[in-house]
C-alpha cells in the first residue's frame, strides 16, 4: 500500500534535483529497489531495534554517518512506534511528518513538537492505510492524486523460482482467507507441492505463552510445524469438479440471504401501495412471476382502477399461458380489491416507483438463482458420488450438489469422526480430576455451511418419515432421541450426525440407499 503512493514522490521532488534515500526494514530492500524510484536502498533490522537497546545503539551510529536535507515520515505519530525513533536519530535540516487527530495520539507532545519541523494536518479517523500514504503526498507537494494500486516488477522474482528444482521443495503456506489463493495457485502450476495448513492448528501448536507474533516466527512455528509435528493433509485442487461446485454453493447461499432482503422491501412497498394484493396471490405466489410482471406494470391501486380489465389479464396471461378464463376472474378480482383500496400513498409518490424497481430486482435475483441451481446440479452430477447421496430418502437434487458442494470427496476422510468434525458436529469434552463431561455441545469448529445444510437434510426427512415414511432409520433415530427428552433443535443436529455416518458408509461402499 505504501508503494502505490510512493510513486508520487518523484513529482514532488524530480530525479534531477534530488537524490533520495530509504530506509527500509531488512528483507524489504528488494521491493524497493524494483520500483526505481531511489538513488539508495538502506535495510536496517528495525525490529529488533525496538526491543534490544543495543540493536538501537547501534543503529542510531548507522544512521547518524550522513546528514540530510529533508526526512520524510509518512507512517504518522500517533502509535509512537519505531518511525519516532528513526526520525529522532537521523540528521536533518528539516523534518516532516504527519498527524492525524481523529485518531488517539499516544505520543507525547512535547517529543514529537521537538523532533519535527513541520507536521502535516488530517482529521479522519476512519481513514484507510493507503488514503493516509496518498494525503501525506498530497498534502506534502499540493497535489491531488487518488488512491490506487500499481504492480511492482515481479519477474526478478519469478526468476530465482524457477531456478529451484520442485522435485526438492515443498511450500507450505498458513490459510488466510483469500489472501493465500494466488500465491497458492502460482506454485501449484509451477509444479510445486504445496500444502495449505488451518490457521486454527498452527494457533494450537504455539511453543510459548508470550504474545509475540511477528513474521519471521510464524514462519519458524510453520517451519517447525511441517517437520516436527505430524499433520493430516488431504489435497484437493482449486481446480476440481468440488471446489468449482463449492463456490458455486456458496454464490447460491449468498444469492439467497441477499434475496430474502430484496423480498421483504418488496414485501413492505407492497402493503402500502396495494395492500389487498398480497391476499389474492396468497403465499409464496407473490414472488412468482406473474405477479411480479403485475407489479412491475401496475405497482398502486388507482393505476389498477384507471385500467381496462382486458390489459390486466393480458398482463397475467402473457407471462406463463395459463387458461385465458382464469386470468380474467383474476382480473376482475384484482380489479374489485383496487376500487375498494385505499394505500398508504398516492400513485404519485416514490414508492410507487420503489416498488416496480423492487420486482425487478427480485425477479432478476429469482432467474439468477434458478440459472445457478440448475448448474450447481449439472456440475453435481459429474461426480461418482451423486447418485448415492441422491438415493438417500428426503435428499433431493439441490440437496446433493450443495453436499457435494461443502464437503467433496466424502471417502478422503479416514473415519466419519473425521468427517463429523469437519463439520463441527462432534461434541466438546471437559475433563478435569475425576469428572468428565463426555456430552457437551458441539464444537462448531468445522464448516457451518456443511452444518446448516446437514440440519436442512434432518428436517426434511423427518417431515417426510413422519408422514410417508415411518421406518427410515433417521426418523427412528430421531424419535428415540425425543423420546429420551432431547429438545427439537437437539434432535434434528443428532440426525445430522447421523446422516453423515450414513451417507460416509453409502460412499465408502459404493451402495445406494435402498441397498443398505
Not at 503456506?173 to 490457521?199: A, C, D, Q, W
Not at 389498477?304 to 382486458?310: A, H, N, P, S
Not at 398516492?346 to 414508492?351: A, G, L, R, T, Y
Amino acid at each position: 500500500m505504501f508503494n502505490c503512493a510512493l510513486k508520487n514522490i518523484r513529482e514532488i521532488y524530480p530525479r534531477e534535483k534530488y537524490e533520495i534515500t530509504i530506509a527500509c526494514q531488512k528483507g524489504l530492500n528488494k521491493i524497493y529497489e524494483a520500483t526505481n524510484l531511489f538513488d539508495n536502498v538502506l535495510n536496517f533490522n528495525f525490529t529488533q531495534a525496538t526491543v534490544n537497546l543495543k540493536e538501537r545503539k547501534k543503529l542510531y551510529k548507522e544512521l547518524r554517518k550522513v546528514k540530510y536535507d529533508i526526512l520524510l515520515d509518512p507512517v504518522g505519530i500517533e502509535d509512537c512506534s519505531t518511525n519516532i525513533l528513526v526520525s529522532r536519530a537521523i540528521c536533518s535540516e528539516e523534518k516532516i511528518g504527519i498527524i492525524n487527530y481523529g485518531r488517539t495520539i499516544k505520543c507525547p507532545q512535547k517529543i514529537y513538537k521537538k523532533i519535527y519541523t513541520k507536521l502535516l494536518e488530517v482529521d479522519n479517523a476512519k481513514m484507510h492505510l493507503i488514503d493516509h500514504y496518498f494525503e501525506f503526498f498530497n498534502l506534502l507537494g499540493n497535489i491531488n492524486k487518488e488512491p490506487e494500486f500499481i504492480n511492482l516488477p515481479s519477474e526478478p522474482i519469478k526468476e530465482e523460482i524457477k531456478e529451484i528444482n520442485p522435485e526438492n521443495l515443498t511450500v507450505f503456506m498458513e490459510s488466510t482467507g483469500t489472501y493465500h489463493l494466488p500465491v497458492e495457485r502460482y506454485f501449484k502450476e509451477n509444479g510445486f507441492n504445496t500444502l495449505v495448513i488451518n490457521s486454527l492448528t498452527t494457533k494450537n501448536n504455539y511453543d510459548t505463552i508470550r504474545k509475540t507474533k511477528t513474521d519471521k516466527k510464524d514462519c519458524y512455528r510453520l517451519a517447525k510445524l511441517f517437520f516436527v509435528n505430524e499433520v493430516e493433509y488431504h489435497e484437493l485442487s482449486k481446480k476440481d469438479l468440488y471446489a468449482n461446485l463449492k463456490a458455486m454453493t456458496r454464490q447460491y447461499f449468498y444469492l439467497l440471504q441477499q434475496n430474502v432482503s430484496c423480498k421483504n422491501r418488496y414485501k413492505r412497498l407492497l402493503n402500502i401501495c396495494f395492500p389487498e394484493l398480497e391476499k389474492i396471490f396468497k403465499s409464496t405466489r407473490i414472488y412468482d412471476d406473474t405477479a411480479l410482471n403485475f407489479i412491475k406494470e401496475f405497482p398502486h391501486a388507482e393505476i389498477v382502477k384507471e385500467k381496462r380489465i382486458d390489459a390486466l389479464y393480458n398482463n397475467l396471461y402473457k407471462t406463463n399461458g395459463r387458461n385465458l378464463n382464469f386470468y380474467k376472474r383474476l382480473s376482475e378480482t384484482i380489479k374489485i380489491a383496487s376500487a375498494n383500496s385505499y394505500p398508504g400513498v398516492d400513485k404519485e409518490h416514490k414508492d410507487v416507483k420503489n416498488l416496480s424497481d423492487m420486482a425487478k430486482i427480485v425477479q432478476n435475483n429469482n432467474n439468477v438463482i434458478n440459472e445457478l441451481r440448475d448448474k450447481m446440479i449439472e456440475t453435481a452430477k459429474k461426480s461418482p458420488y451423486y447418485e448415492i447421496i441422491n438415493s438417500f430418502y428426503g435428499i433431493g437434487e439441490i440437496l446433493t450438489a450443495e453436499i457435494l458442494g461443502e464437503l467433496g470427496d466424502i471417502t478422503r476422510f479416514d473415519s466419519p469422526k473425521q468427517l463429523i468434525a469437519f463439520c463441527g458436529l462432534d461434541p466438546t469434552i471437559k475433563q478435569s480430576g475425576k469428572s468428565i463431561n463426555v456430552k457437551g455441545a458441539i464444537s462448531k469448529r468445522g464448516n457451518k455451511y456443511a452444518r446448516y445444510i446437514l440440519f436442512n437434510c434432518s428436517q426434511m426427512v423427518v417431515k417426510l418419515g413422519a408422514s410417508n415414511y415411518p421406518e427410515h432409520p433417521v426418523y427412528i433415530y430421531y424419535q428415540n432421541k425425543k423420546a429420551e427428552g432431547k429438545h427439537y433443535y437437539e434432535s434434528l443436529t443428532a440426525c445430522s450426525t447421523k446422516i453423515l455416518r450414513m451417507l460416509y458408509s453409502m460412499c465408502k461402499n459404493n451402495k445406494q440407499f435402498l441397498e443398505n
